[in-house]
């Protein structure tokens, strides 16, 4: 099913009292495991829902026990801002401490509740050497996905996650510059996971583009091609028979789409949850030879 949507300017709310940030809350990984643990009820996928659900739970709770991470100096933060540059980029950060750690405590958390084929897959966390680990961490920061080890690569982009999370948590929505290209987070230089049309408050029926890293989010006009700016065209498809929660948006343009998740439709939709929980739809727009611009690290797939 597929219908063409009006312009951006016919559409979005006037400019100038839009919030153009939006950092996320304290709550956001149990709020993303409780929406996983909703969605997998009569899944077909849902064993894996489930399993993606506890390792939700475990990142909140990493994010709750953790020290307070430390910012980039107010000089630098200043600088990014007037540079149009994401302040929180793991090129100017680097891989924060304890990370190691964060993703070992993870991976033995997952590990009581796989069966032993699962438990194997997630062995190499714990065992292999400081300097892989380092290695596949710099690999999934920088987009690089063909030499990661995909039953690794969740728990270790799980662990990021969390050390992003907490520093951006931090920030002010106003130390951050809106970015010159809406496709790549302003607060942290990663790709969107999917849009997502919120409800409520000042964003209310404003759509915003989801961080894969630092769980930012950032406005979008509905009806633009985030990966190449294109307005025109832009179609929106989703399964049969679907509830119309989850759909692809695809460009004519540059031939990718992003997933829009509509809170209208439902307020606990999750722009990572009912990414995750709308494989088909992925496998419908693979069949139609469209490519997928968001990127999802608790399951990485041939994406960038
Ligand atoms: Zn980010
Ligand atoms: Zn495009």
Redesign the pocket.
Known sequence: MTTTLLQPGEIEAAAGSIPELLLPPADLFLSRARRLEQLAEGHSLGDYLRFVGRLARAQQESLDAGPAAELPVPERLVQCREHQM?P?SPAGLGLPDGWRDTAQQLARTMLSSLPAAGQAALKSVLEKQDAWLDEQAMQLLGGNIQGLDAAAAPIIGAALQVH?ARL?RQLDPAQVARPEHPNL??????HPVSSVVRVGGAQNGLRYLH??????EWHVVRAKCSNCDNTRGIAQDRLEGSDGVVQAESCPECNTYLKIIQQEKDPLADPVADDLASLALDWLMDESGVARSGINWYLIQGQL
């Open positions: 994401p929180l992003w951006v987070c302003p607060v942290c230089g990663a961080c894969a890293l630092c769980n930012a």
